[in-house]
């Protein structure tokens, strides 16, 4: 089955550094990844798509400047929180989707903790 | 625009027991996909079950099942014989039309908890 990996698991940042968070999809060419943002005892967030290629489309209410979203290639995305705080502390979770031809299935990554001090 | 309504927050079920977790949506899309998922305290989110709104027949997926009544809008997931390791948040979940465009939006979610 497809497999979403990301990197790292958890991570501890200080405050005003930025923190980078890798996804990748292992087995299949992901035309678009979503970035969510979970909150402890919430829902998944929707916080930005994004498509191999070209710029994300943010959710309205994120800060496209603060939350930096790359993807350069069919298999790889990366999140960038730039000048963290610790009200960014949280629970993000990439996923990744094939493209045209394909189910349109999506595939979720394990997440990553991103705790700011 | 999709939007998805878990009203239980949390349950606490006695192991063997079978559990209904509620879940209704609203959309004006004719086709859509409705999803299950389970999310243990290790974060993952697990994929559980998946409904299309064509599809004639109730989902099932070993232990899980949906009630699907599309004219009540509603996706309930049923777990039967529940175990220990059920306990978990679980959230309902509504994809528009497969497309490039499309994303999966999910609802508020429901802590499960099994007694032994």
């Known amino acids: 089955g497809a497999v979403v990996s990301q990197h790292p698991s958890w991570v501890i940042c200080k405050s005003g550094t930025s923190v980078k968070i890798e996804c990748r999809s292992l087995d299949f060419q992901a035309t678009t990844m979503f970035w969510y943002r979970q909150f402890p005892k919430q829902s998944l967030m929707l916080m930005a798509t994004s498509n191999e290629g070209s710029k994300a489309t943010y959710e309205q209410g994120v800060e496209k400047d603060k939350f930096l979203i790359n993807h350069a290639s069919l298999t790889l995305s990366t999140l960038t929180v730039t000048s963290a705080h610790p009200e960014d502390s949280s629970f993000y979770i990439c996923s990744a989707r094939e493209g045209p031809g394909t189910s349109y299935e999506q595939y979720f990554g394990p997440g990553t903790r991103l705790t700011v001090t | 625009a999709q939007k998805i309504t878990q009203t239980q927050p949390g349950m606490f079920v006695q192991e063997k027991e079978a559990v209904t977790l509620d879940c209704t949506y609203d959309?004006?899309?004719?086709?859509?996909?409705l999803f299950w998922y389970k999310q243990p305290s290790s974060g993952e989110m697990i994929f559980l079950i998946y409904q299309g709104s064509y599809d004639q027949q109730n989902a099932t997926e070993g232990r899980y099942s949906l009630n699907f009544q599309k004219a009540r809008k509603s996706a309930n997931l049923v777990i039967s014989a529940s175990q220990l390791g059920d306990s978990a948040m679980y959230f309902c979940a509504i994809r528009p039309p497969y497309s490039s465009a499309s994303k999966i939006i999910f609802g508020s979610g429901t802590r499960l908890s099994i007694r032994p």
């Open positions: 959309t004006s899309d004719p086709s859509y996909g």
